[in-house]
């Protein structure tokens, strides 16, 4: 005969629940010292409890787009400023249009406010251009444009130790051949790009056609222009691509690898922004600078390959391009080979400069122009009054729960109690971590969500602790009951839980601003729910079922056997065996 099987314990063994019990403890202890090691003792607070910056952007029209300020355009602008802050780290940040013109943007106290500043005011057009000319940044006395045979032929200029060619001057312009590198600005207009010869004069080897009246105007126009410009005045820099089409030659400045301006002739652009596909920072593992790495769309890698064998087969400095972002050159690298899947942008970049210009670029141009029109700090003082309220609404739920608790579970909301207070420290260690973390900011609707957590964490304990009265009631003891109360109880708790995370995640990703925190607080404190249930509640539930107080049904427990209409108990007892009637002889 097969023995009894005897000593199988139920699912969810309950003989080593002081493992669980030192994980979470172990958890909190980790938390709570993260939080004093960030020196961020405190939940970093939203804009609406602790203030911050409002910056008000209005839209400007653009030279031949006046119709350019639309509904369209102004809600792409709110998405991509919006994109451009969350990038930041700021995950409170607010954006939002007033009127047909205006964006404002809120950003909590704690941002950097001028690289906010910075971020959302920047337009990020962003433009490959060859390099037609370069010289200092300082103003350059003008200075003749070198004459042409009949042919249309230009005059070969005199070379520079460095093998490039130069501008014909008059020698009482003694800054004409240090600085000037290529041909003259009209010249560079109007001959094609030459191939470079075996003697490396840096002749054209073809013959300009006669360009109309006009493309000559034009350039001699851009040449006084360039001659003039100085880079060192900001407001030249600006001036000088203003209402200046991609498809025409731009005069434009940027700061070269020792930090000084140079100014810049530069052809219709090649490739755009748009073309751009990622953007993000990184370290240049030979000379340890900081760049930016970017990597192009299929149709901007073919726009690529194609200017860059260009550029491969001319000389300096008609092999650079010029990376241009909003009329600024930030970079113009030589091409010596044919490129197109990616490209760097090097230059004098730090890591928080290299980071900015990976995300604007990543995030994408802006459709308009905007003008900062002001600048506030938005104090919390209405916000102060409504936390208060918040806090008092929720302190009287929690009493609430509490006294119900008692009242209907008695010694069982001990257990309850303890497990709210668990799940409060965990929520608070973990929000107050990441705000140096991600950006987080705890704003009203997120402390509306972390009120309306305490009843959903309660719900996990009531769902238990009344699976486990049904076991009691069927006949059974404590210890049995709470074991086989867990694996209903748990499924309920999931499905449950599940339903919640899931509604919190629709709700962050279809809503914007405000409305985020408060989904965003809710599905963390669903899934600490989860957490504390498994790793504290039953836990410490199976623990006190040993205790006498809880395992004899004390009155008091909340488990007393005759309060629960309990069934006698389930007993085994041996059959009794049948009398053996005396055989007949």
Known sequence: MAAPNRGRRPAGAQGKPGRA?????IAMVALTGGMFLAGQLTPRLGIDLA??????LEAKNEPGKPDAINETNMNTAVGIIERRVNGLGVSEAEVQTQGERNIIVNIPKGTNSQQAREQVGTTAQLYFRPVLTVAAGTPTAPQPTPSASPSGKAKDGKAKETGKPTANAPSGTPSATPTTQGRAVTDALKAPKPTPTPAGSGKPSGTPKPPPSGDTAGADKLQKQFLALDCTNKEARVAAGVGVKPSDPLVACGKNSDGQWEKYVLGPAEVNGKDVDDAKAAINQQTGEWIVQMDFTDGG????????????????????FAIVLDGEVVSAPSVRTTLSANAEISGSFTQQSAQDLGNILS?????????????????????????????????????LVIIYLVAYYRGLALIAILSLIVSAILTYTIMALLGPGIGFALNLPA?????????ITADSFIVYFERIRDEIREGRTLRPAVERAWPRARRTILVSDFVSFLAAAVLFIVTVGKVQGFAFTLGLTTVLDVVVVFLFTKPIMTLLARKKF??????WSGLDPKRLGAKPPLRRSRRASAPIDPKEA
Not at 21 to 25: E, R, T
Not at 379 to 386: D, R, S, V, W
């Open 447 to 455: 402390v509306c969500g972390a009120i309306v957590a305490i009843g």
């Open 301 to 320: 890698s073919k726009k690529f390959q194609k200017i860059t064998s260009k550029l491969s087969q001319q000389q300096p400095p008609m092999n650079q």
């Open 363 to 399: 995030y994408g141009a802006l459709p308009l122009s905007f003008q900062e029109q002001s600048v506030q700090t938005v104090t919390a003082a209405l916000g102060g009054e409504q936390l208060q309220a918040g806090l008092i609404a929720g302190a009287i739920g929690l009493a």
């Open 51 to 56: 203030g911050g910056t409002s910056i008000t």
């Open 550 to 555: 809880f395992a004899d049904g004390h009155p």
């Open 21 to 25: 019990l030192a994980l979470i403890l």
